[in-house]
């Protein structure tokens, strides 16, 4: 075995030295990215043994031709899976998780691309430029300088040899899976999937059906009925003028605050769409995320006698189906606009004719959901040129660079654009002259300079403004009416709330009694009684958030 070594040794050291270029890109700016010294000696290990597995699959191989091509992909791959570590580490201060491969599958291509974009700049462009490098030195060699590749042309190595190489790759594999999986992008891509397709069979099973076995209703209203639930997209209260902020993003809604119950102190449960959506819409929550017969504020509505609609202005696949579209499956008229919607952009006030359609349906009791595009970014996106209102530097912007204050007022011309569709759908319900109400809350926020150097959402960078949301609600006459009860929600918008309870709260509001109901749980209820609540690893938000006030 020795001989086959010192016979191949200038061969083998070439090949080392190229396969390990991305590992040397990894341990230079990782020293700088990552502040951790365990999770740097993790990181730097887990690529050290992929490496050596990728080395040691080539020299294996005795075809000079597929040593050639395997050089190729194996260090295309090193050098995306350090680049993908380089992205996350320099742009969210963290490692690639789960919940973020999660989010991958239930996005679509559009969407990828828009965050990609968002986040892209000069410093992050070139540091995984970097980490291609010699892969773009190999395409290059391989049209200008073939002969380059010789180096791949071992001398024929022994039984021994071979035997030995196997036993190390397979020792390396194993101390991969048993000590670095999660430092592996690929074992945990492996393992994601497992657990991603066990959690969408569980949502097609619970929540696809327009009917669910699991509802029991005790009693319900038999009263005509229309209701609006309006579910925003990354909308932080942090930029809404109803709520203190120092610019008008809400000049609709304001004229109309008399008649809205704005509650002042509610949270997502999550900040990213799909974890949050997935408890705000259905019974589950931070302490039960699987409940058994779980069930939706969709098929509670079918079960009580409503006709359902779902609107949205959301793509309903990404790389699969996403939660909020089996969600919107349960629903008995579904309409999505965004469905081809990859090259340009709909604006959200092209809802409001599908709503005016809904509306014209002869159904008594009626309930519309209307998902909104919102402000997602990319935030200039979202809004016509018309709605190009704010310039100059916001005052109240932490961190005042050239660059905040482009997104601060994109943000906030997004911010006063989804105004202006709320508004509209608010005043069609009105012209009904019905028992109705309308009620609008946001997936999560956004962060855009308000707490940290930063903008957008990420659970690693999760701050106040992500999981600050607006939530209100408009009732016509007719409803008050005949639901005393509301008559006291002024003396309730202070309530903590986190809105991972909505469904006891919607509810309340079309007068079901379902079995498992908890009433304290209603935002809009007499008896609610503050709970806990519980976000990211466990941690009480209250306490949080106190500790977060005290800092700043």
């Known amino acids: 075995m020795i001989k086959d070594i010192k016979a191949n040794l200038k061969s083998i050291l070439q090949l080392t030295l190229i396969m390990s270029f991305p590992l040397l890109v990894l341990v230079i700016f990782g020293l700088f990215l990552i502040n951790d010294f365990t999770l740097f000696f993790r990181e730097v290990g887990a690529i050290v043994l992929i490496t ?57 291509a559009k969407e990828v691309s828009e965050f990609f974009s968002s986040y892209f700049n000069i410093s992050i462009l070139s540091l995984i430029t970097l980490c291609f490098l010699v892969f773009i030195f190999l395409i290059i060699n391989l049209f200008y300088k073939p002969k380059f590749f010789q180096f791949l042309r071992f001398h024929k190595t022994s039984s021994i040899f071979k035997i030995t190489l196997i036993l190390l790759m397979l020792f390396s594999g194993y101390v991969l899976n048993r000590s670095f999986s999660e430092q592996s992008i690929i074992l ?31 009693s319900k209203d038999e009263e005509p009925q229309l209701g609006v639930v309006i579910i925003g997209e990354s909308t932080s209260k942090w930029h809404m003028q109803l709520y203190g902020y120092n610019r008008e993003t809400n000049p609709e809604l304001s004229k109309l605050k008399k008649e809205l119950f704005v509650f002042n102190d509610v949270i997502a449960p999550d900040v990213m769409t799909i974890m949050s959506l997935e408890k705000v819409l259905t019974l589950s929550d931070f302490e039960n995320p ?19 609609h779902w609107i949205s ?15 919107a499956t349960a629903a008995q008229h579904k309409k999505f606009l965004a469905t081809d919607s990859y090259m340009y952009t709909i604006y959200d006030e092209a809802l409001i004719p ?54 601060v007022n994109e943000y906030d011309n997004a911010v006063r654009y989804n105004d202006f569709v ?16 309308v009620v609008y809350f946001s997936d999560h926020g956004d962060d855009v300079f308000d707490t940290q150097d930063f903008v957008g959402h990420h659970r690693h960078k999760g701050s106040k403004p992500m999981f600050d949301i607006p939530f209100l609600s408009w009732f016509s006459k007719d409803y008050l ?36 109901f908890d009433e304290t749980r209603s935002i809009f209820s007499p008896n609610f009684k503050t709970r806990k609540r519980i976000i990211k690893k466990g941690l009480n938000y209250d306490t949080w958030k106190t500790n977060i006030d005290s800092e700043n």
């Open 52 to 108: 050596a597995i990728f080395t040691g699959v080539i020299l294996l191989i005795n075809s000079f031709k597929i040593k050639k091509i395997s050089l190729f992909i194996f260090q295309f791959v090193l050098a995306l899976l350090v680049a993908i570590k380089a992205f996350f580490y320099f742009t969210f201060g963290t490692k690639p998780s789960a919940s973020a491969i999660f989010i991958i599958f239930e996005t679509n």
């Open 188 to 218: 945990k891509l492996s393992h994601s999937i497992k657990e991603y397709n066990i959690a969408k069979n569980y949502y097609k099973e619970h929540l696809a059906k327009p009917k669910n076995n699991a509802i029991n209703i005790i």
């Open 290 to 308: 699987k409940i058994d017969n779980n069930f939706s504020v969709v098929q509670l509505a079918n079960a009580a006698a409503f006709e359902t």
């Open 313 to 327: 202005n959301q793509q309903p696949v990404g790389f699969t189906e996403s939660t909020p579209t089996i969600i």
């Open 354 to 407: 599908e709503v005016k359609k809904a509306l014209k349906t002869k159904s008594k009791r009626k309930l519309i959901f209307v998902h909104l595009i919102g402000t997602h970014r990319i935030y200039k996106k979202r809004y016509p040129e018309s709605y190009n209102y704010f310039n100059g530097v916001n005052e109240r912007t932490k961190f005042k660079t050239k660059y905040s204050k482009e997104k």
């Open 422 to 437: 709320v508004n509209e759908i608010i005043k069609l319900i009105q012209a009904e002259n019905k028992n109705s109400f």
């Open 481 to 516: 009416e005949q639901n005393k009860r509301i008559d006291t929600l002024q003396s309730y918008n202070n309530r903590s709330y986190n809105a991972e309870d909505f469904i006891y709260s919607f509810s309340d509001l079309i007068n079901v009694n379902f079995k498992g």
